[in-house]
Antibody, heavy 126, light 111 residues
């Protein structure tokens, strides 16, 4: 499976950041994976933004959930990120990634990010 | 709030073995049972090296291994090579409300 991010590399403060991840080599609708957005400011560790399932159900990082929406379009085999009211602190490399995990018999989740896009730099600046 | 603690840096000579630890702290530390490890080279996306604490994906060198003692997970690189010089991150799923956490990263230097 391959993932590719696309979207504007420059966003003005207070505007909305919009990115799309195109998935190839696998059909989002026929798999049981979570599809993720992860960002990484220069020199800092990755930060999980959120994930979406093929049904459209999504979960978000509590620190970002008020500004973020992740959606999925199974007909186009893509999923998308919208982040509202951005500031300079949202400047980062943004990655989409597949979580190849599963729930075990006791309901515990075993997760890992086994496929990543190459990443796209988004700069927030006027 | 939960977090994963890693040493900032680890170094070793060519051919030696090094170990990087990853310890969950804060709320819900017991939820972070299943750790994965990622290697990141400058300007590149992270690459999965170990998943589910001890499992190695196809194509990853056998020199990389994962283990766990108590709450602390570890990544060991055996027979250190120059190409192993990179940043390494651990990560774990802890369920709601935090979901996913990454460690701050460990810079591995090959002397």
């Amino acid at each position: 499976v391959q993932l590719q991010e696309s979207g504007p590399g420059l966003v003005k403060p207070s505007q909305t950041l919009s990115l799309t991840c195109t998935v190839s080599g696998a059909s989002i609708s026929s798999t049981t994976y979570f599809w993720n957005w992860i960002r990484q400011p220069a020199g800092k560790p990755p930060q999980w933004i959120g994930h979406v399932y093929k049904t459209g159900s999504a979960d978000y990082n509590p620190s970002l959930k008020n500004r973020v929406t992740i959606s999925i379009d199974t007909s186009k085999n893509v999923f998308s990120l919208q982040m509202r009211s951005v500031t300079a602190t949202d400047t980062a490399f943004y990655y989409c990634a597949r979580d190849g995990g599963f729930f075990d018999d006791r309901g515990s989740y075993h997760g890992w990010f086994d496929s990543w896009g190459q990443g796209t730099l988004v700069t927030v600046s006027s | 709030q939960s977090a994963l603690t890693q040493p900032a840096s680890v170094s070793g000579s060519l051919g030696q073995s090094i170990t990087i630890s990853c310890t969950p702290t804060g709320d819900g530390i017991g939820n972070h049972k299943y750790v994965s490890w990622y290697q990141q080279n400058p300007g590149k996306a992270p690459k999965l090296m170990i998943y589910d604490v001890t499992k190695r994906p196809s194509g990853v060198s056998f020199r990389f291994s994962g283990s766990k003692s108590g709450n602390t997970a570890s990544l060991t690189i055996s027979g250190l090579q120059a190409e192993d010089e990179a940043d390494y991150y651990c990560s774990s799923y802890g369920g709601s409300p935090t979901f996913w956490v990454f460690g701050a990263g460990t810079k591995v230097t090959v002397l």
